[in-house]
T-cell receptor, first 113, second 116 residues
Framework: GQQLNQSPQSMFIQEGEDVSMNCTSS?????WLWYKQDPGEGPVLLIA?????ELTSNGRLTAQFGITRKDSFLNISASIPSDVGIYFC?????????????FGKGTSLLVTP | ETGVTQSPTHLIKTRGQQVTLRCSSQ?????VSWYQQALGQGPQFIFQ???????GRGNFPPRFSGLQFPNYSSELNVNALELDDSALYLC???????????????FGSGTRLTVV
């Protein structure tokens, strides 16, 4: 599968700031997922999106499924130190196009108190 | 409800050796997928098993093979290890065959394999 284009590669922000990261693909997806991975752990699902245009929130996190089905973004509002980690976008292609989740390279987030 | 457990957590092998990694899927899940995550990269799909049969494979050579057992646990076997096989190997379980939404995907903490 393809590796998605995720940006920025890293962010270094102060506590309380808002964060935005996005992901683009050359092909369409049926599902967009956003994961957070802490050191020594597997990815943990934050938000799942199933429909083009869908905007979904989970606490301070908000994500959107792009209209073209080739992009998605994740926003984190009022960041706190425990938001530190690596955030990955992942897309699943339509049925018949494979079973794999295609991941981005990740956005490393550092938050200073 | 137990999550996905993987063993061992860390492993060091010599080039040319063979390795077996194990995964116990989350209770109620019937599908297991394996991913390889190199340092600084996102996970890359290796293959998926559904009801004990491989039903999807990524761009990995045949020396990467797997099994799924009747209790839905799974093994990843890698033969003739190469230095580039050093990575975090993640197992993820889900309820369906992967064709309809992956909201049920649960990842384990991974096995860190180092090949020297």
């Amino acid at each position: 599968g393809q590796q998605l284009n995720q940006s920025p590669q890293s962010m270094f922000i102060q506590e309380g700031e808002d964060v935005s990261m996005n992901c683009t693909s050359s092909s369409i997806f049926n599902t967009w997922l956003w994961y957070k991975q802490d050191p020594g752990e597997g990815p943990v699902l934050l938000i799942a999106l199933y429909k083009a245009g869908e905007l979904t929130s989970n606490g301070r996190l908000t994500a959107q499924f792009g209209i073209t089905r080739k992009d998605s973004f994740l926003n984190i509002s009022a960041s706190i130190p425990s938001d530190v980690g690596i955030y990955f976008c992942a897309g699943q292609p339509p049925p018949g196009s494979g079973y794999a989740l295609n991941f981005g390279k990740g956005t490393s987030l550092l938050v200073t108190p | 409800e137990t999550g996905v457990t993987q063993s061992p957590t860390h492993l060091i092998k010599t080039r040319g050796q063979q390795v077996t990694l194990r995964c116990s899927s989350q209770s109620g899940h019937n599908t297991v997928s394996w991913y390889q995550q190199a340092l600084g990269q996102g996970p890359q799909f290796i293959f998926q098993y559904y009801r004990e049969e491989e039903n999807g494979r990524g761009n990995f050579p045949p020396r990467f093979s797997g099994l799924q057992f009747p209790n839905y646990s799974s093994e990843l076997n890698v033969n003739a290890l190469e230095l580039d096989d050093s990575a975090l190997y993640l197992c993820a379980s889900s309820l369906q065959g992967g064709g309809l939404g992956n909201y049920g995907y649960t990842f384990g903490s991974g096995t860190r394999l180092t090949v020297v």
